[in-house]
C-alpha cells in the first residue's frame, strides 16, 4: 500500500479504534494525560510515515500502542525532572515496564478498560470550558483527528489546537488524573461527561436540518461515545438512558426534514422514514436502564418518553397520558419551564386543550420563557384548538417574531395564517 | 456509514453444525469488543438452506422452491451490521474477524456499505445550499477572530 492517502485513511480508521486504548496506556506509564495524548498523537503520526514504506502490521492496534509506549519509556529517560516526578509518585515501577514479558502486557491491556473509563472523565473535567471538553474527548476518546473535528464544529484546526493544548495544560495544573471518580463525586462528574457527549449530539442534530452530511456524523460520534460509555459503566443508568435517548432522536433524521429545508413536526413525521433498527437499539438499552435502578434519572426520563413516540406506529396511538406522567417525573427530577411547556403540550393531547393553556397561562405569567418563541407558538396553538382564533395568530405572529430561523419563521407565519387547528410539537 | 459484513457458508454450515466451542467463544469475544467499541448494529446467524425457499418469478408469476439449494455456489451463513466513520475502519474491523472462524480457502467475507440517508438525498437545493454557505461564512468569520 503505497497510496498515501489511502495510508492516511487506513491509518485514521485504525486511529478511531485505538485511540483511546493507547493514550490510556501511556497515561498509565507517565501519570501526566496532556503528556499522554502527545506521545499518543506521535505513534499516530509514525504510523503515517512508516507504513507506507514497511506495509501494514499485522496487528495495527498492537504497533501503535507499544510505540507509544516506547516513546513514553524514552521520554521518561531523557526527561529528569518527570523521572523524578513519577518516582515521587511511587510510578517508578511503571516505566520499568520495558522489562516485562509479553505475557504481563497482555495482562495490562485487559485492565485497560478501567483506564479508558478515567480518560473519559478526565477530558470531560469541570474544571474545563464545554467546548474544551469536547473537543478533547472527540480527540482522545473518539480518535478524530484535529482536521474532523474542525470541519464538525465549522472553525479551523489552529483554533482547535489550541483549545485542546490550553486544556492539557488546565488538567495538567488541576493535578487531573487517570482514577475514576468515586463516591460522591461520581455523580456529579458522570453528569459532565453525559453532557458533553449530548453536546455533541446536538450539534450534529442541528446541523442536519441544514442537511450538512459531515457535521451530521457528530450524532453518530455521540451515539458511539455514549455506547462506548455505556460498555465501561454498564451499571450506570443514565447512560443507558442516554444512549437510548440520542438513537431515539437520530432515528428521525430521514423524517425531519421536507425537501425544501421546513422542519416537519413530530406527529406530521412519515414514521416509515424513521430508522427502526435504531429505535429497536434505543429500546433495548433502555430496558437495561429500567432494570437496573428504581429511581429514574433525567436521561432515562427523557428516553422514556420519546421512547413513547417511537412505540406509536401513528400519531394517533400515541399513549398521552403516559407522557403526561413521564412529564411530571422529570420535572422533579429537573425542574425547569421548557419541561413544563412540554409537559402542557402533552396534557393538551392528553386530557384537552382547555387544562394545558392554564399551565401555559401560569408560564407567561412567570416571565420565565419570556425569549422563547415556542412559549407563544404552544399558546397559539392550544388557543386555536379552543376557538380563540384571532388571539391565536396574534401569538403565532409573536413567535415568529422571536425567531432567527428563517425555516421557523415561515412555518409560524404559515400557521398564523392557516384556517384550521394543526397538530403541534417540536420535531 | 454502516457496513454490512456477510458470512459464507458451506457444507459445515449446511449440516446445521454450530461451530466448535472456540469458534463460539471467539465470536462472543469479538462482538463484545465490537459493542464495546460502539460500533455493534446487528449480527445474526442464518439457518441453512434446507429451511429458506428460492422465490423467482417466471411466466409471469412466482415460483417457490424449497431448499436446499443444492446448486447455489454462494451461500450465506450470517451478517454482521457495524456503523463506523468510513471504509477504513470497516476494513479494519473485519481484520479483526476470529482466525478460529476465518473463511476456508477460497472464500471470503464480503463487506458492503449499506444504504442511507445522505445517499439518498444527496441534492441540496438552491435555496439549502445558500443557507449553508452563510452559516459557514460566518462561522468562518467568527474563527478568524479568534
Known amino acids: 500500500m503505497t497510496d498515501p492517502t489511502q495510508v492516511q485513511r487506513t491509518v485514521e480508521g485504525v486511529w ?49 500502542t507499544s510505540t507509544a509506549r516506547r516513546r513514553a519509556i524514552d521520554r521518561i529517560r531523557r526527561d529528569v525532572n518527570l523521572r523524578d516526578k513519577l518516582q515521587q509518585v511511587g510510578h517508578v515501577e511503571e516505566y520499568r515496564v520495558a522489562d516485562l514479558a509479553e505475557a504481563d502486557f497482555d495482562q495490562a491491556m485487559e485492565d485497560i478498560n478501567d483506564d479508558v473509563l478515567g480518560l473519559v472523565f478526565a477530558a470531560c473535567h469541570p474544571v474545563l470550558t464545554a467546548q474544551a471538553r469536547i473537543s478533547l474527548t472527540l480527540r482522545m476518546i473518539g480518535g478524530l483527528t484535529t482536521r474532523e473535528i ?88 443514565e447512560v443507558h438512558g442516554l444512549v437510548a435517548l440520542m438513537e431515539i432522536q437520530a432515528s428521525r433524521t430521514r423524517a425531519r426534514m421536507a425537501p425544501d429545508g421546513a422542519p416537519i413536526l413530530l406527529l406530521d413525521q412519515d414514521r416509515t422514514r424513521w430508522d427502526w433498527s435504531l429505535i429497536r437499539h434505543a429500546l433495548t438499552a433502555l430496558d437495561r436502564a429500567t432494570q437496573l435502578s428504581g429511581i429514574r434519572g433525567p436521561y432515562v426520563l427523557q428516553a422514556a418518553i420519546a421512547a413513547c413516540h417511537a412505540g406509536a406506529r401513528t400519531a394517533e396511538e400515541t399513549d398521552w397520558a403516559r407522557i403526561v406522567a413521564l412529564y411530571e417525573q422529570l420535572r422533579q427530577v429537573r425542574p425547569s419551564p421548557v419541561i413544563d411547556l412540554n409537559l402542557a403540550v402533552a396534557m393538551s393531547y392528553a386530557a384537552g386543550p382547555a387544562p394545558a393553556l392554564s399551565v401555559v397561562d401560569r408560564l407567561v405569567e412567570s416571565g420565565a420563557l419570556a425569549d422563547y418563541h415556542l412559549l407563544p407558538s404552544v399558546r397559539g396553538d392550544l388557543l386555536r384548538k379552543l376557538g380563540r382564533e384571532d388571539e391565536a395568530r396574534e401569538e403565532f405572529r409573536r413567535a415568529a417574531a422571536m425567531t432567527d430561523n428563517e425555516a421557523e419563521r415561515d412555518l409560524l407565519l404559515r400557521r398564523a395564517a392557516e384556517e384550521r387547528p394543526r397538530r403541534s410539537l417540536t420535531n | 456509514m454502516r457496513f454490512m ?77 457495524i456503523e463506523v466513520s468510513s471504509r477504513e475502519e470497516a476494513i479494519e474491523w473485519v481484520k479483526r474477524w476470529p482466525r478460529s472462524a476465518a473463511p476456508n480457502p477460497g472464500q471470503a467475507l464480503e463487506l458492503r456499505q449499506i444504504y442511507s440517508a445522505e445517499d439518498f438525498d444527496a441534492m441540496l437545493s438552491p435555496e439549502l445550499r445558500r443557507r449553508e454557505e452563510q452559516l459557514r461564512e460566518a462561522a468562518a468569520r467568527q474563527a478568524a477572530q479568534g
Do not use: C
Not at chain 1, 456529579?188 to 450534529?204: C, D, K, Q, T, W
Open chain 2, 5 to 81: 459484513i456477510i458470512v459464507p457458508g458451506g457444507p459445515e454450515t449446511e449440516s446445521g453444525n454450530p461451530g466448535t466451542e472456540e469458534q463460539y467463544a471467539d465470536m462472543q469475544t469479538y462482538q463484545d469488543e465490537m459493542l464495546r467499541a460502539g460500533v455493534h448494529v446487528d449480527g445474526q446467524g442464518l439457518h441453512p438452506t434446507s429451511k429458506g425457499a428460492l422465490v423467482s418469478w417466471e411466466n409471469d408469476e412466482w415460483v417457490v422452491t424449497d431448499g436446499p439449494f443444492a446448486e447455489s455456489k454462494e451461500i450465506i451463513a450470517g451478517f454482521s451490521i
Open chain 1, 16 to 64: 478511531r479504534v485505538e485511540a483511546a486504548k493507547v493514550t490510556a496506556v501511556v497515561a498509565r506509564l507517565v501519570g501526566d494525560i496532556g503528556l499522554a495524548e502527545d506521545l499518543a498523537q506521535d505513534a499516530f503520526v509514525q504510523a503515517l510515515e512508516q507504513w507506507p514504506r514497511d506495509g501494514l502490521p499485522d496487528n495495527p492496534g498492537a504497533w501503535l
Open chain 1, 150 to 237: 474542525a470541519r464538525a464544529f465549522l472553525t479551523t484546526e489552529s483554533t482547535i489546537g489550541q483549545r485542546i493544548s490550553r486544556a492539557k495544560k488546565a488538567l495538567r495544573a488541576d493535578g487531573v488524573t487517570i482514577e475514576v471518580p468515586s463516591g460522591a463525586e461520581l455523580a456529579p462528574r458522570l453528569a459532565s461527561v453525559l453532557e458533553v457527549i449530548y453536546l455533541i449530539f446536538n450539534e450534529g442534530y442541528a446541523a442536519t436540518s441544514g442537511r450538512d452530511w459531515v457535521r451530521g456524523d457528530l450524532m453518530e460520534e455521540a451515539i458511539r461515545l455514549g455506547r462506548v460509555l455505556s460498555a465501561l459503566a454498564p451499571r450506570e443508568p
